[in-house]
């Protein structure tokens, strides 16, 4: 790693093992380049963007420059899991300014793209969309996330809000915090 040294607690660890695993879609044990093409090229597509449109291209830059933020992190082209939860740990979960520079800028371009009406929100089908596509989780965590995060069934889930909630994910150490609900329950 570039010199930095991030303790990655237990808890953090298991979240980070968790979203690798979502990451690593053929098994292989490690990321590459490609896995971030090929999700963003999912993401896109389930928005209804061309792969090649201006929307498809716009996306697959924001993954593309998470990718290369961790991958130079790491110093490597192929990260493992552990060198991916380090790497994100140095990059992201350090410091809020990591979050706010990369990871911020990655979510609201991905659940933008599934944000099929424009009104910087995602409605229940859109995140459906978003969690299907974009987190690898089945639709019924998406469900369960969206009844606890918006109180109105017909309601919808602003993108920024749903950034704060991933925030709070890396950063909240409390089991029991909102953002640590969002991908279903992580034991501590």
């Keep these: 790693m570039n010199g930095v040294v991030v303790k990655v607690s237990k808890y953090l660890g298991k979240k980070l093992a ?53 991958a130079g992190e790491a110093g490597v082209d192929h990260l493992t899991v552990e060198q991916y939860c380090t790497a994100f740990a140095a990059l992201v979960v350090s410091h809020p300014d990591g979050f706010d520079a990369v990871y911020g800028p990655f979510i609201r371009a991905s659940a933008g793209a599934v944000d099929i009406d424009g009104d910087g929100a995602l409605n229940r089908r859109e995140l459906r969309l978003w969690y299907a596509t974009h987190l690898q989780l089945p639709m019924g965590v998406s469900d369960h996330v969206f009844d606890e995060m918006v109180p109105d069934p017909h309601g919808v889930l602003p993108i920024e809000e ?4 991933v925030r709070d994910y890396y950063f909240n150490e409390d089991p029991n915090s909102p953002g640590n609900k969002i991908l279903g329950e992580v034991e501590p």
């Design 18 to 70: 968790r979203r690798f695993r979502a990451w690593d879609a053929d098994g292989s044990g490690y990321l590459c380049e490609e896995d971030f093409v090929r999700r963003a090229r999912l993401v896109a597509s389930a928005g209804g963007h061309d792969v090649g449109s201006v929307r498809h291209l716009e996306v697959q830059e924001q993954f593309l420059i998470l990718w290369k933020s961790l």
């Design 162 to 165: 749903l950034v704060g909630w």
